[in-house]
């Protein structure tokens, strides 16, 4: 009889365990969703500035043809590649526009063009900061599927992509005297 | 007409000789009672009682006196060399309301809170006020009740300049950290960011993630560990959606304190060193960018 409350025992806290590390699993997935959510609105935030940025750079550089051409799109439920995509994109454009800002001193000075780029730098403080709480969920997830005994029960769960830092910011710094 | 300094040399050479007579009164009064204690002549050590009694009183009447009269000016003018617009009240600390003391979720009871020095200014257009804090914890047991100082230090209040939606606090010492999730309740939750080293130091908890990674950028964090370096203590932290920092750092330090073995103008200097030390801390911090 004690063998039986025994092996009842052992079944039961196998099943707490089961449905508890499978729920943490859920769990992880949905904060991992929200994250991503997160990067969304933080790279629609910081289009939306660029754009309102752009338009002004376009009013004093009325001159430059085909500047900013670039088409960047933006929906929801983009894939991490997407999502980096279009940040690497808006580099670019934000490149591009503080370009033409160097050539245009009237716009550097003008009183929209600074408030518009501390937006930006909010904003890109904003995309940074979405993307660490992303990385680190995402981190948090893949380290859980791979560590014995939850990786029994993570056979239906594939890591998770990290969302990387953009590609200039990897680079070596170059300094030259 | 004296000037401004001959008058404060003056006004500290009488506070220096007056506070040398009372110590040495309150020496004799000791000295006195022993010989008393030794030679068994109780009418002799109660008339050294009064004697070391008044002189204990008039020595603090005189210390306030020396804080009001002589430190508080050399504050002001110290303070003024330093911040734009000067409010300092000696003998008052920050409200209560200011302080925000249960919003800080400290891992200790407090019974009492005392303080001085309250400081008001303006630093590179930032709204800062801190003052000297310390929070007294009453305890019983059984009919002994003692009453233990949990915190002593500066108390820091200033604006921060980033948006965030929730409150987010920060506390180094970790190992209290279960009660100070606890008392946060529902609202809040631990966050970890991604540098392991800055997680054992600190127990962070926020209401929204985002946020909490918002404010604690890679600099940020170092920032705080530098800062926790400068600071000598162990420190609390609360950043709120209204767009205030709070500092308090359980230092032990005690600010603007006068003494007086320590001229007038080098007093100044030591005022001055203990500003930057609060300034220090800011700067550290990057809080006025």
């Known amino acids: 009889m004690t063998f039986v409350y025994i092996a009842i025992a052992v079944v039961v806290v196998i099943a707490v365990w089961a449905i508890s590390t499978s729920n943490n699993f859920k769990r992880a997935k949905i904060k991992i969703d929200e994250a991503r959510s997160g990067i969304e609105v933080a ?23 085909e500047i900013f051409a670039e088409v960047i799109n933006l929906r929801k439920g ?29 716009l550097r000075s003008s009183e929209v063009f600074a408030t518009l780029q501390k937006g930006i730098m ?24 791979v560590v014995f005994p939850a990786s029994l029960l993570a056979k239906g769960y594939t890591a998770e992509e990290f969302f990387e830092a953009e590609s200039h910011k990897r680079e070596d710094v170059k300094m030259s005297f | 007409m004296k000037d401004q300094n001959t008058f404060l040399f003056e006004e500290f050479e009488r506070f220096r000789k007056s506070k040398c007579f009372y110590q040495i009164m309150i020496g004799i009064g000791f000295a006195c009672f022993i010989i008393g204690w030794v030679f068994s002549s109780i009418i002799f050590c109660f008339l050294c009682f009064p004697i070391v009694m008044i002189s204990t009183f008039l020595l603090t009447r005189l210390q306030r006196k020396m804080k009001e009269q002589l430190g508080a000016p050399l504050v002001r003018k110290a303070l003024s060399m330093v911040f734009d617009r000067v409010e300092y009240r000696p003998f008052d600390r920050l409200p209560d309301h200011v302080m925000c003391l249960q919003q800080l979720n400290l891992p200790f009871d407090v019974d009492r809170v005392e303080g001085s020095d309250y400081t008001h200014v303006l630093y590179k257009g930032m709204d800062l006020k801190f003052s000297d804090i310390k929070l007294i914890d009453r305890r019983s047991s059984g009919k002994n009740t003692t009453y233990v100082t949990v915190f002593e230090g500066l108390w820091l209040v200033c604006d921060f300049h980033k948006q965030i939606s929730g409150e987010i606090l920060l506390q180094e010492d970790n190992r209290s950290g279960f009660r100070f999730f606890d008392k946060l309740g529902h609202r809040g939750q631990v966050i970890e960011t991604e540098n392991e080293a800055f997680n054992k130091k600190y127990l962070i908890v926020a209401e929204n993630e985002h946020d909490a990674f918002y404010v604690l950028t890679p600099h940020m964090m170092e920032y705080i560990e530098e800062m926790d370096a400068r600071g000598g203590g162990v420190s609390y932290m609360r950043f709120t959606p209204e767009g205030k920092a709070y500092i308090a750092i359980n230092s032990g330090k005690d ?35």
């Not at chain 1, 790279?43 to 043809?65: C, I, N």
């Open chain 1, 78 to 106: 983009m894939s991490v590649q997407e999502m980096n995509r279009a940040s690497s994109q808006m580099d670019e454009m934000a490149k591009q526009i503080n370009f033409t800002a160097e050539a245009y001193p009237e």
């Open chain 1, 122 to 145: 909010d904003a890109e403080e904003h995309l940074q900061a979405a993307r660490r709480v992303y990385n680190s969920n995402v981190s948090r997830f893949n380290t859980s599927i």
């Open chain 1, 43 to 65: 790279l629609t935030k910081r289009y939306d500035m660029l754009t309102k940025l752009l338009d002004v750079a376009k009013g004093y550089a009325k001159h430059e043809k």
């Open chain 2, 255 to 289: 600010l603007f304190e006068v003494d007086s073995k320590t001229a007038p103008d080098m007093m100044i200097e030591k005022f001055l060193s203990e500003i930057y030390y609060v300034t220090g801390l800011l700067d550290t911090l990057h809080l006025s960018e």
